[in-house]
């Protein structure tokens, strides 16, 4: 069977591994390139025979490959895939260049707060002539722009769990007006990425459990904020992010204010998730253990008891190595390509 050529640039980070064992293991994808600048000369270890050598950016032909997902650093990324498109290849972009909030997304002009989706929100010029449309690529929100595209913004992985739980409340409008959402989040040590820190070091980190990018200063924020502005949501999000002793996973802890009582708060999302291949809806909370190393959101709603207004407490975990990053760039990628979605993902 013909396999389809795809590169990685910025391969030797911890999403950029997780894409190369992923692409090795894939049915219809080949490795074309596995690029890593500081790294490059380095060799990697992919499944049980495989062995890559990381290669120079500068070395590769980036015309060898039909696609290429870009794992470089944030601020590096863009003219990366400009590049790229310049070839004619189409590019998933795992950072945050390219995510609606964080450059200048196209502007939205609706005011309603009643759930009604505006897409302009979720698209971001691409290149300095900014004549291509880069969509938000968080799949079960915009799978039809995704699979048109020729370039997708891959969401950060505390934004994929954050909004996968929040979707089914935003697209009814049920979010109460003026109201604070609560996110209190907590992700494994390689979501803050492979470069050495003192304060990453396992004598650090373990037995420990700290926040961090507090006062609603996380990265993720600008995304998350423009999905919401998709929705028109009138509302304020309050997010902080923890750091987990251990290796990888993202668990959030939700809280929303409804306009309204909900009498059954799963329904919602079993309604809104009912056949996607990697969004589960759990009756209880989700633990890590229930995602790590698959490609899938778990998530639970409860109402909140003792509460003034109606209250909903969402969990949602996620790897934020997989669904949270590389494999939802692989489920990008399958779209792209006109391959099946769910196509050499662990689910």
């Not at 929100?141 to 595209?149: F, N, S, W």
């Not at 919401?228 to 802890?253: E, S």
């Not at 999302?269 to 253990?289: I, K, M």
């Not at 494999?327 to 769910?342: H, K, R, S, T």
Request: hydrophobic share 50%; proline share 6%.
């Amino acid at each position: 069977m013909h396999k389809i050529p795809v590169g990685v640039l910025g391969a030797s980070g911890y999403a950029g591994r997780e894409l190369c064992a992923l692409v090795a293991a894939h049915p219809r994808l080949e490795l074309a390139f596995a690029a890593a600048n500081e790294r490059r000369g380095e060799r990697l270890r992919v499944g049980a025979r495989r062995e890559i050598v990381f290669a120079a950016p500068d070395a590769v032909q980036l015309a060898d490959a039909a696609l290429v997902f870009a794992a470089l650093p944030h601020g590096a990324s863009a003219q990366w895939v400009a590049r790229v498109r310049a070839t004619g290849a189409s590019v998933v972009d795992l950072s945050s260049d390219l995510r609606p909030g964080t450059r200048h997304s196209a502007d939205g002009n609706g005011s309603s707060s009643d759930g009604s989706f505006d897409v302009s929100h979720l698209l971001t010029p691409v290149g300095e002539e900014g004549d291509e449309l880069a969509p938000y690529g968080l799949t079960e929100l915009a799978r039809e722009q995704v699979a048109a595209a020729r370039v997708v913004a891959n969401p950060g992985c505390y934004a994929t769990a954050v909004l996968l739980a929040l979707l089914p409340l935003l697209r009814r409008g049920l979010v109460a007006t003026g109201s604070t959402i609560s996110v209190a989040a907590a992700s494994g040590v390689t979501g803050a990425g492979f470069t050495p820190r003192p304060d990453l070091l396992f004598g650090e980190v373990a037995e420990d459990f700290r926040a961090y990018a507090t006062g609603n200063a996380h990265r993720h924020m600008a995304e998350m904020r423009a999905v919401m502005a998709a929705f028109h949501a009138d509302a304020d999000l309050l997010f902080t992010p923890h750091l987990l002793p251990v290796t990888r996973g993202i668990l959030a802890t939700v809280t929303v204010e409804l306009r309204e009582p909900v009498a059954d708060p799963a329904s919602l999302w079993r309604a809104d998730f009912d056949g996607e291949p990697f969004v589960e809806v759990a009756a209880e909370a989700p633990s890590l253990r229930d995602v790590v190393r698959r490609n899938v959101a778990r998530i639970a709603a409860v109402p909140a008891a003792g509460m003034r207004r109606p209250t909903l407490t969402v969990f949602a975990a996620i790897d934020n190595l997989v669904k949270g990053a590389a494999g939802q760039a692989l489920q990008n990628a399958n779209l792209v390509l006109g391959l099946d979605e769910a196509m050499g993902l662990p689910a």
